[in-house]
Every structure is written in structure tokens, then in C-alpha cells.
């Protein structure tokens, strides 16, 4: 079974520019989540989508969305790029919820984001 | 409000000594606890994860953590370290009723010296 596959693995993004970055769970996954990585910040929660709807959704402003489709793949748009955004994004899913006891997240490589 | 601390950012172990990574919660209700792994330039890879049936949990790769809720702690052990268990290591918290969203530790870098 192919893994979480993470597209593009590296790119660099200037201010005020905005950026999509592409998941593609586990076949017959259903949830996926997204996540933003920096050594200062550490791992911080962006949103859990599950079938297509937002179940979950962390403390980041407005310019982060996302958007899950009926294949389950799903996309994160990051919007007016600011320096801060440089981070690596990591995209996991899970058959059904992403911390519910029966199940396992998956994580893909990551994006990393370089904001110039 | 749930939250999780990893004590030590960094911990050093010689090869073939004991790990020790510790993890702190605050739940209000019963959690569900877990350990992922990193390894360099790689994502999370799940190591064990505690869901209310035995207190002591056996994951990949030798390690074990057990789950204390008079301490609030859900620490990390193996017995023998290797080079290659070298990687930074998370602790999670999620409950039912918030909707199981993960709550991140801050992650623990594993140094092994030779």
C-alpha cells in the first residue's frame, strides 16, 4: 500500500504570495490532517478534515484553509505568505478519526516551505 | 483544557543505557495517549498509543510507556538504547470529548552517545 504522498516536497515562496500544497492519503483513508512544524513553534495542529467536512481546527488565522475532496485527497492554501509561514508541512491520515483510540495516523514526508 | 509537557527538550543517553522520555497530561476526563516518533527528515511514525486497556503498552522498536493517571504521566522507556533510536519523539493527548483532537507535546531530541 503506498504511503501519505506529500506534493511539492520543496518550495520557496515569496512574501505576499499565496501557496497550495497537495495530499494524497492512504487508500481508503478518510481523515486527514495537516499540521505546520518550525523548531520554535514545534508541531502545531491546523485542521482535521473527515469526509470532505472540517471536524477539527487549530489556532491559526484565517489566511490557512483547506479543503478536502471526495477522493479524500486534500489541499492546504496558505495565503499573503509572511516570513513566519517558512515551516515544514506535514500532512498524516487515519481510516477514521485522527486521535480516536482505534485508529493509526499516518504521516507523510512533508513540504518544506521557504518564505523569502 | 487538555495539554501535554515533554520535560527536556534534549536528553543524552550512551548506547545500550535506559530511555527515559517523560510525558506530563492534564485531561479532566480519561485520555488517549501517544507516542510518535521522527526521525530525521521524515514525518511522524506512530511508536504506541495507550487507549484504556492495559496501563503498560509495548510499541515497535523495543520501547514501552505506562500509563500512571495518579501522576498525570504517560513516560517513555527502553530498556537498551541504540544509535538508531537518535530521532525527536512526541507525546499526544486527545479526549472524546474534543472531538479527539490531538493535543502536541513540544517533542524530546534523543541524543545517543557512543
Known amino acids: 500500500k503506498a504511503g501519505v504522498t506529500q506534493t511539492p516536497r520543496y518550495l520557496i515562496k515569496t512574501r505576499g504570495q499565496q501557496v497550495t500544497l497537495s495530499c494524497s492519503p492512504i487508500?481508503?483513508?478518510?481523515?486527514v490532517s495537516w499540521y505546520q512544524q518550525t523548531p520554535g513553534q514545534g508541531l502545531q495542529f491546523l485542521f482535521e478534515y473527515f469526509s470532505e467536512t472540517q471536524r477539527n481546527k487549530g489556532n491559526f488565522p484565517g489566511r490557512f484553509s483547506g479543503r478536502q475532496f471526495s477522493n479524500s485527497r486534500s489541499e492546504m492554501n496558505v495565503s499573503t505568505l509572511e516570513l513566519g509561514d517558512s515551516a515544514l508541512y506535514l500532512c498524516?491520515?487515519?481510516?477514521?478519526?485522527?486521535?480516536?483510540?482505534?485508529?493509526?495516523?499516518?504521516f507523510g514526508p512533508g513540504t518544506r516551505l521557504t518564505v523569502l | 483544557a487538555q495539554s501535554v509537557t515533554q520535560l527536556g527538550s534534549h536528553v543524552s543517553v550512551s548506547e545500550g543505557a535506559l530511555v527515559l522520555l517523560r510525558c506530563n497530561y492534564s485531561?479532566?476526563?480519561?485520555?488517549?495517549l501517544f507516542w510518535y516518533v521522527q526521525y530525521p527528515n521524515q514525518g511522524l511514525q506512530l511508536l504506541l498509543k495507550y487507549t484504556s486497556a492495559a496501563t503498560l503498552v509495548k510499541g515497535i522498536n523495543g520501547f514501552e510507556a505506562e500509563f500512571k493517571k495518579s501522576e498525570t504521566s504517560f513516560h517513555l522507556t527502553k530498556p537498551s538504547a541504540h544509535m538508531s533510536d537518535a530521532a525527536e519523539y512526541f507525546c499526544?493527548?486527545?479526549?472524546?470529548?474534543?472531538?479527539?483532537?490531538?493535543?502536541w507535546g513540544a517533542g524530546t531530541k534523543l541524543i545517543i552517545k557512543p
Open positions: 487508500s481508503g483513508h478518510r481523515s
Open positions: 485531561s479532566s476526563v480519561p485520555p488517549y
Open positions: 499526544a493527548v486527545s479526549e472524546e470529548g474534543s472531538n479527539y483532537q490531538l493535543i
Open positions: 498524516a491520515s487515519s481510516s477514521g478519526l485522527a486521535g480516536g483510540p482505534g485508529d493509526t495516523q499516518y
